[in-house]
């Protein structure tokens, strides 16, 4: 089955970059999602990129796909302490399908 | 301006005691979800609907119901709550029938707690 694997812990210092890092095993995926989550909330969308594209940048926010080696990493330039969260990738392993597969989450720590 | 929105944010109750969590939105979206989230982990979906079709993930335990009134509202029913249940509940909305996937969107959630 679908499968998506992030590393559990990331701690940077403020005004650092981050990098998160996901893979995932289901090549069908056509879209993949970066989600945010901070203590005691929901879930925030944050991008998504679709399969035909390498890479997004949304202001502080660069997304970059590498299908062939099924690598996605959110890059978070200028990292603040409001960044301290817990990342989430997604995918949606199908066109049509309802579902979402999630990774376990990286817990980024701003350190100041 | 919330737009999936989780009442109550917190909620007690009772080991054994049935309890009901709710979830709106305004987006008019056609699949609402359900997830059950402990801590330090993923969401799990519990189940789905694709407007009034009931979709329930195969492990999804009979101790969950869920309904669906209308459009805007969706309920999760617990039964039968055991201390095992005590987690965060997440309501999450997809528009699926524009021909283009858009993401989920999530509510705050309802932080369950047992007694």
């Known amino acids: 089955g679908e499968d998506v694997e992030q590393s559990l812990f990331l701690s940077v210092r403020e005004g650092d970059s981050s990098v998160i890092n996901c893979t995932y095993t289901d090549s069908s995926s056509t879209y993949l999602y970066w989600y945010k989550q901070e203590p005691g909330a929901g879930l925030q969308l944050l991008t998504y990129?679709?399969?035909?594209?390498d890479m997004k940048q949304d202001q502080r926010l660069t997304v970059l796909l590498n299908k062939k080696d099924k690598h996605l990493s959110l890059r978070i330039a200028d990292t603040q302490t409001g960044d301290s969260a817990i990342y989430f990738c997604?995918?949606?392993?199908?066109?049509?399908?309802?579902?979402?597969?999630f990774g376990p989450g990286t817990r980024l720590s701003v350190l100041p | 301006d919330a737009m999936v929105i989780q009442n109550p944010r917190y909620q007690v109750t009772q080991f054994g005691k049935p309890v009901t969590l709710s979830c709106s939105q305004t987006l008019n979206h056609n699949v609402m979800y359900w997830y059950q989230q402990k801590s330090s982990q993923a969401p799990k979906l519990l189940f789905h609907?694709?407007?009034?079709?009931?979709?329930n993930e195969a492990d999804t335990p009979d101790n969950f119901q869920s309904r669906r009134p209308n459009t805007s509202f969706c309920f999760l029913d617990i039964r039968s709550p055991g201390l095992g249940d005590a987690a965060m509940y997440l309501c999450a909305t997809r528009e699926t029938d524009r021909g283009v996937r858009q993401p989920q969107h999530f509510g705050d959630g309802t932080r369950l707690s047992i007694l």
């Open positions: 609907y694709y407007d009034k079709d009931f979709n």
């Open positions: 990129i679709f399969s035909n594209m």
């Open positions: 997604a995918e949606s392993p199908d066109n049509y399908g309802q579902n979402f597969v």
